[in-house]
């Protein structure tokens, strides 16, 4: 079963089983939470720890950026290391969420201002013009025989964006730009780029796109993680993971000051007190006369005296402006 370290290197700290930690029932709820309805959390956990069979070198990383990524990626809706949606990839003792051409694809279609999202490669021998302006255009006609393996074939790499309301966006980038990209990142020889390169391509060239038009919250949320792994930026989490690290992470001083605080204030009363438990309902009185002679009940002004009200806090004091 593997190990992951549960914050640095120190030597004092406790090894997580990592696997048993995915399967656990708590860590599956906070999945189901926030998974889009057309994912599961069971399919969730088994690609994510297919990711970390095929990528040793994450069981070296932080637990915090390791179940932190997979969050982020369930709150997105895409899978991890599965149809190149998005990768968990270590850095330095960090794993970083990668977001592909898939992904961002699969966001891209679910938005409900895009209609249809395009993304290729053109090679040497094939046809592609294209121009920009009031009536710009893009033809590309692809050859049979294509080998998108061929990196030192590729001569282009575009995207066009559909919008509901009948524009188009669209861009083309050829191999210098695409190096220079590559440069930018923390691994320029990773397996993401020797393996993929053309796919890595279409992905930078789809999120410059994407970048003039309108996008979904997730969508948006995918851009600024790709923005921060070509940055060389620690990414932040939008995601709470402090409720599934282990013990001597959980209990760190700074988290359970946190803790105790939120929990103080959540033992507050709140804006509208509970109110008073009723008591004794008094008998019924015969009625007595008046001093004129008059009959008169005395039900209500002999009901026992209540004890105070309870005080509003928004409640205006007696004698101020009510301020309609």
Request: with cysteine; charged share 25%.
């Amino acid at each position: 079963m593997a190990e992951l370290r549960s914050g640095g290197n120190g030597p004092d700290e406790t090894p997580t089983k990592l696997s048993a930690h995915l399967q656990t029932d708590t860590f599956k709820r906070h999945l189901e939470a926030i998974l889009p309805a057309h994912m599961g959390s069971e399919r969730f956990v088994s690609v994510c720890l297919r990711q970390l069979s095929t990528t040793p070198k994450l069981l070296e990383c932080s637990l915090q950026s390791v179940v932190g990524g997979m969050m982020e990626a369930a709150t997105l809706g895409l899978e991890v290391g599965t149809m190149g949606e998005c990768w968990l990839i270590p850095y330095g003792g960090e794993a970083q969420l990668q977001v592909g051409v898939w992904g961002f694809m699969a966001l891209a279609w679910r938005s409900e201002a895009i209609a249809d999202v395009q993304v290729d490669v053109s090679l040497k021998g094939e046809r592609f013009s294209w121009q920009k302006g009031t009536d710009g255009f893009l033809h590309h006609m692809p050859a049979m025989d294509r080998d998108l393996n061929d990196t030192d074939a590729i001569e282009w790499v575009y995207a066009v964006v559909r919008t509901l309301k009948g524009g188009a966006v669209f861009d083309a980038f050829g191999p210098a730009w695409i190096e220079r990209i590559r440069g930018r990142s923390k691994s320029p020889n990773s397996p993401a780029w020797l393996d993929f390169y053309a796919e890595m391509a279409m992905a930078k060239a789809l999120k410059k796109v994407l970048r003039r038009c309108p996008m979904s919250r997730e969508l948006a949320r995918a851009v600024t993680l790709d923005d921060q792994v070509d940055a060389n930026a620690k990414q932040v989490w939008d995601v709470d993971t402090s409720h599934l690290l282990p013990a001597n992470v959980a209990l760190d001083p700074k988290t359970e000051t946190a803790r105790k605080a939120m929990s103080e204030m959540g033992a507050k009363p709140g804006r509208t007190p509970e109110p008073a438990k009723a008591g004794p309902q008094p008998r019924p009185q015969p009625e007595k006369a008046g001093a004129q002679g008059h009959g008169l009940k005395v039900e209500e002004a002999e009901r026992p005296e209540e004890g105070p009200k309870p005080q509003d806090e928004d409640a205006p004091t007696e004698g101020g402006d009510v301020g309609w």
